[in-house]
């Protein structure tokens, strides 16, 4: 394709400021953004001019390469990321099915065997690629269980992709290996109920998908998005050593437990609103998102709206709150 981006193998990042991120962070409308209490240090700044399509390396058993899907759930794009650095390669969230992404792909990895093609979940921005990518490669699928349903959520690009046909489902510390590495599956469902982090102990990176971002919290849809799995999930990786956070969109996040914990405060204070919401008399989640979400980008109350009800959910079952119709009253 003429005037397409070549990639380019080992192109070091470029070490962006702290000003630099957090000016770029500010004009994102992410949902929440919890960065700014929980000291987040970018390891590469994300602006409007990222490159996409090109490799980058941001370890030495890792690369980058960020798909041009950019959108206010998806930042600046899908980052698919590269794992190893000799004959054999795995491939993590390969990303949307767009040409100018695997072809990148492609020819970052070389003549490199790809042993597996490895998705976090099953959202169009991540996973639909690697039916491509097997197509074009013969790279088995390997990672995360397949999930379709009818309610896609409130994000277009969010909706579950249903070509998505594993070769081999990872179970929970279930691991793969190739020349110089090894990838072990870390089950957190929350965000997706299919959702896994991939740790590289090698390097102490964790691959954490939409589970953990430093640009934005997740969005947690019910019903298959689960609140009081995604609280046990964020738990489940404060209690992990893990050096560094490589995420599926934005910036690295060298903090990692530091963001977590700031994570499961924000979720602590989003359930004190509601309950606050209730006990004031508004009851329905129409009526407290436009409160809670005061000054956040009025596209993104629909996703807010689904965040609030999960919270309800798990509020719920902790014998808090209860369903009334339409309504949420204290138990
Ligand atoms: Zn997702």
Redesign the pocket.
């Known amino acids: 394709m003429p005037g397409m981006p070549r990639a380019v193998r080992n192109r070091l990042p470029s070490i962006g400021s702290a000003k630099g991120w957090s000016s770029a962070w500010q004009a994102s409308p992410a949902l929440d953004s919890p960065g700014r209490s929980a000291h987040i240090r970018a390891m590469n700044a994300p602006s409007d001019n990222r490159p996409y399509a090109l490799a980058e390396s941001v370890d030495p058993l890792v690369r980058r390469v960020l798909a041009r899907n950019p959108s206010p759930f998806t930042f600046t794009g899908t980052q698919s990321y590269i794992v190893g650095a000799g004959a054999e390669v795995a491939v993590i969230d390969p990303g949307p099915d767009e040409a100018e992404h695997l072809e990148a792909l492609i020819e970052t990895i070389g003549e490199a065997r790809i042993v597996a093609i490895c998705c976090t ?1 099953t ?1 169009r ?2 996973s639909p690629a690697a039916t491509v990518l097997r197509e074009r490669t013969g790279a088995p699928v390997i990672g995360c269980a397949p999930l379709t349903l009818d309610d896609d959520g409130p994000r277009l690009d ?1 909706a579950f992709d249903p070509s998505y046909r594993p070769d081999r489902v990872l179970a929970d510390g279930e691991a793969i290996s190739g020349d110089g590495w090894t990838l072990e599956a870390v089950a957190t469902p929350g ?2 109920s299919n ?1 896994l982090c991939f740790a590289l102990p090698e390097s102490g990176v964790l691959f954490t ?2 589970h953990v971002m430093g640009w934005s919290t ?2 947690v849809s019910p019903p298959d998005g689960d609140m009081t799995a995604y609280l046990a999930s964020l738990q489940k990786l404060h209690d992990r050593e893990d050096r560094i956070y490589l995420p ?1 969109h934005g910036p690295a996040v060298d903090r990692p437990r530091q963001l977590v914990r700031g994570m499961l405060g924000h979720r602590r204070s989003r359930e004190k609103q509601i309950l606050k919401q209730i006990r004031e008399g508004r009851t329905r989640i129409g009526d407290m998102v436009p409160r809670m979400y005061k000054g956040v980008d009025e596209r993104l109350w629909p996703a807010a709206g689904r965040s609030v009800h999960a919270h309800l959910i798990d509020l719920a079952r902790r014998g808090l709150v209860r369903e009334a119709g339409e309504e949420w009253q204290l138990a």
């Open positions: 979940h959202h921005d991540h969010a965000h997706t959702h998908g939409d997740s969005v599926a």
